[in-house]
């Protein structure tokens, strides 16, 4: 890949993420505001020796990606909010038998059909929750086309580290919006591949994790000759009604993640040394979030912001201290207050709490967020 | 032989199986091992993979890769797999239920892609797992736990569904032909393309007990006498055919296979 800058839409640097970090198969069923990505994938990955197929549903695009992920090729998805739903039963199953594999969802308005054109936030806590049963998740909100490229690799990165799947949580706004964008040279992106199993087949335990709680992964056709299931296994990957087992598996998928909290998650914070007022947002809400901070410093009011990249595991850390010290956060989001739901939950009433939500189908102006803190200063 | 084949082929540390006695998976998961042994497959190379339901439990018995996954979404896991590496033998073990009802559209758009990937429906014509109720193949006016005064739907024929969908090998068997079987998921598993294998079973426990059909003993004769080869049957006047159903091959018309159309387009791009 030649390092130039053009302009390019947020699903189209998801691509060619998804190629820089080594996506080789791509399955999917169009859905705006998504569809550009299953467009792209089918145009550039027979060019890199990558197959695409446009399934016939969106249940089946995320079982295949599944499938060809557990054949040893890096694999994704991508998808708006009904079909987002529609993936979540086998989402549950990557999640249980541990197979990397990237979903992104390109968020728009409302629940149902909605308003198929128009951004929203809806699925934040579908994202954490949206499959039964507790259960492992990492996902990640870009905010610019530049980010959304870097995002995507790193969400293919983590699954393959963590054997967990990753979800890329955009938004409408960041997926349709053009940029001018320079990309990496490929040689200085970072890419991470799956641990393999350093034993012979008669030794190889698929699920037996090592220390970090995370098994080696072989692959289809290796000779492994091993067993995957969706039911609750033991270490050999066969089927076990013994609750200690089954009570040590669900616990380890979900302790893998949170053991190795500090590496994966990543925020960005702006202007929060001396902020009175901090506004927490992610996505395109970020981009108006920026500006309204920007335009309150010259009025002379403290703002701050800040943007968990990670919005599962949230990074719960640095907002902990920073609610010992600013009076208020402010947490934009266009949905009616999911995300603010963990922010309550992490700074207690340590600060004032104020919300801006929006549903209509439009996005949040910086003039809204200023216009609420304004209110209340 | 048999314990030949269960040694070579089955994860014997695992049996017995979790089948009722006289179920008829067992019979059928034999007889997919003996096409595989004599075919003459890599077994390192292929790959089985299943739904959920008493049939889709078959694959963790078998000493391949195998893969036990969702309710009726086998065939669209069994994609992705052929997809990422076609040279990989696919092998699908499905029920009625997780193949025509839950799975029914992968079953058709699997069909008609024409993918490599060879499947096996045990038909047992009931929802055995869950205790009996009926599915899409339980024959009208016969009784499930879901149908307690008998089916007012029209079952559906799973041959004649894959063919009409574009599957290029078809044929069906029961667990009562074991030799007849064995050649048809060895002609199909041979096919580069989409082959459809329908294996009639039996399931005593629910459907049989439901229906007064007898034992499995009985349930097993009941197939001897009902079942007619179809080229037997093309010599056969329409009041003998009554009451009576066809097994043997219906369908054996290869066409282009679709990973091998799509290696295709990679290999012309590579070279524009
Ligand atoms: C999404 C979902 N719905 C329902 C079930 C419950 N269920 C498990 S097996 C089964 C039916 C299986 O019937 P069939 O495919 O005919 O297999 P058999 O047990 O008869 O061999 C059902 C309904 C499930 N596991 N998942
Ligand atoms: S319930 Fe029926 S199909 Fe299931 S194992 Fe028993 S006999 Fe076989
Ligand atoms: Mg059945």
Redesign the interface.
């Known amino acids: 890949m030649k390092s130039k800058a053009r302009l390019m839409q947020g699903n189209e640097a998801c691509v060619e993420g998804a190629i820089a970090a080594g996506m080789r198969f791509f399955a999917g069923y169009p859905i705006t505001p998504s569809t550009e990505i299953a467009e792209f994938s089918a145009e550039k990955l027979p060019l890199v020796g990558g197959r695409f197929i446009q399934m016939e549903d969106e249940i089946a695009s995320m079982a295949a990606i599944i499938g060809a992920s557990l054949a040893g090729v890096k694999s994704m998805t991508a998808t708006s909010g009904p079909g987002f739903s529609l993936k979540q039963e086998n989402i549950g199953y990557a999640a249980l038998a541990e197979v990397p594999c990237v979903i992104v969802d390109v968020q728009r308005s409302g629940p149902s059909t909605g308003l198929p054109t128009s951004p929203a936030q809806g699925d934040i806590m579908q994202a954490r929750w949206g499959t039964h049963g507790d259960h492992p998740i990492i996902a990640l909100t870009p905010s610019s086309v530049r980010e959304t490229f870097d995002l995507t690799i790193k969400a293919f990165n983590l699954s393959e580290k963590y054997r967990v799947p990753v979800i890329l949580l955009m938004d409408e706004i960041i997926g349709h919006m053009r940029e001018r964008v320079e990309l990496p040279d490929i040689s200085e992106i970072e890419i991470i591949n799956r641990k393999k199993p350093a034993v012979s087949r008669e030794e190889y335990l698929p699920y037996k994790a090592d220390d970090d709680l995370i098994p080696p992964m072989a692959c289809y056709g290796e000779g492994y000759r091993f067993h995957v299931t969706g039911l609750a296994h033991d270490e050999t990957g066969f089927p076990t009604n013994n609750p200690a087992v089954a009570d040590k598996l669900y616990r380890r998928i979900v302790d893998k993640i949170e053991f190795h909290k500090d590496e994966i998650v990543e925020w960005e914070e702006q202007n929060t040394d001396d902020a009175d007022i901090i506004i927490i947002s992610v996505g395109g809400v970020a981009r108006a979030a920026d500006t309204a901070m920007k335009q309150l410093r010259e009025k002379g009011i403290k703002v701050g912001t800040y943007r968990p990249i990670t919005v599962w595991p949230f990074p719960d850390k640095r907002l902990v201290e920073l609610a010992d010290r600013v009076k208020a956060f402010v947490v934009a989001e266009m949905n009616l207050g999911q995300m603010v739901l963990e922010v309550e939950r992490i700074i207690k009433d340590k600060a004032k709490l104020i919300k801006v939500n929006k549903v209509n189908g439009e996005a949040i102006y910086p003039e809204e967020i200023m216009e609420k803190i304004e209110e209340v200063l | 032989m048999p314990s030949e084949i269960v040694n070579k082929y089955f994860r014997t540390n695992?049996l017995p199986q979790i089948w009722c006695p006289g179920c008829g998976h067992g019979i059928i998961t034999r007889a997919i091992t003996v096409a595989i042994d004599k075919l003459g497959l890599d077994?390192?190379?292929i790959?089985i993979?299943s739904g959920i339901g008493c049939s889709s439990r078959a694959?963790?018995y078998m000493?391949?890769?195998?893969?036990?996954?969702?309710h009726g979404?086998a065939l669209?896991?069994?994609?992705?797999?052929k997809?990422?590496?076609p040279?990989?033998k696919v092998i699908v073990i499905t029920g009625d239920g997780d193949a025509t009802a839950i799975g029914g559209?992968?079953l058709i758009?699997a069909c008609r892609r024409n993918i490599d990937i060879t499947t096996i429906i045990y038909n047992n014509n009931i929802y055995g797992m869950t205790g009996g109720q009926y599915s899409p193949t339980t024959p009208k006016f016969d009784k499930g736990t879901t149908v307690p005064y008998g089916n007012v739907d029209k079952a559906f024929d799973i041959p004649a569904l894959a063919i009409a969908a574009g599957a290029t090998y078809v044929g069906r068997s029961t667990a009562y032909h074991t030799q007849l079987l064995i050649s048809l998921i060895e002609n199909g598993i041979k096919n580069e393309g989409f082959s459809l294998i329908e294996a009639i079973s039996v399931c005593p426990t629910y459907y049989g007990r439901k229906n007064k059909k007898g034992s499995a003993v009985e349930m097993l004769e009941w197939q001897k006498e009902h079942a007619v080869n179809i080229a037997a049957a093309s010599k056969m006047t329409p009041e003998s055919l009554d009451g009576k159903f066809l097994i043997g091959e219906f369908k054996n018309s290869p066409e282009p296979e679709y990973?091998r159309e799509?290696q295709k387009?990679?290999d012309r791009?590579?070279k524009e």
């Open positions: 695992k077994r390192d190379k790959c993979v694959p963790g000493d391949f890769d195998t893969l036990h996954t969702t979404r669209a896991f069994a994609t992705g797999i997809m990422a590496n040279e990989l559209n992968h758009h990973t799509y387009i990679i791009l590579k």
